[in-house]
């Protein structure tokens, strides 16, 4: 378990100013706690590609914008990840909920192959994350309870010494 409320400490303790995102069952407190704060102002996407752009523009504007958005977003939004945060470095701290994380064997290593990835059992979305973040050179760190919650403050290190976006793979619902 994972509770919102210190996830959003942590997000103020490194000086986040928005959070760009689409919500997702695993999210729903964040957002709400994020609707009636007064210090992060929350930005609502229809799409997720769009939660990149709008942050890399914010990001060119002095801003401090966090992403948060499901693994399948992720994906949804490659082209707009790719052509924004990515190719411009934006040190762009990326909380992705990690959907079909808990059917895994937990190694993360399981054999990507069309048996695995048509598998009844698995949700194909978390045989994909990390792979894809690792293809693309996309540093993470993960949240699987409240005593991981430090880790976004490691993830905002990473962006800055590196001048690039972080993931931080959300493995559980928040509350």
Not at 61 to 86: H, I, W
Request: charged share 20%; aromatic share 6%.
């Amino acid at each position: 378990m994972i509770r919102a409320i210190l996830v959003l400490a942590e997000l103020k303790r490194n000086h986040a100013t928005h959070v760009i995102g689409l919500p997702d069952n695993a999210t729903v407190k964040l957002f709400e706690l994020l609707t009636n704060d007064p210090d992060i102002e929350l930005v609502s996407v229809t799409r997720e590609g769009e939660a990149f752009a709008i942050a890399s523009g914010l990001w060119v504007g002095g801003k401090v914008p966090v992403v948060l958005v499901q693994n399948t977003g992720f994906f949804e939004s490659g082209d707009s990840f790719r052509g924004t945060a990515m190719r411009m470095r934006v040190p762009l701290v990326c909380l992705i909920t990690y959907r079909g994380y808990g059917k895994l064997s937990g190694t993360g290593s399981e054999a990507l192959n069309a048996a695995a990835l048509s598998a009844a059992g698995v949700d194909s979305a978390a045989l994909i994350t990390e792979a894809t973040l690792r293809a693309w050179g996309i540093p993470f760190v993960f949240l699987h309870d409240d005593s991981d919650v430090p880790e976004i403050s490691e993830a905002f290190r990473k962006c800055g010494e590196g001048a690039q976006p972080v993931g931080v793979l959300i493995t559980s619902d928040l509350v």
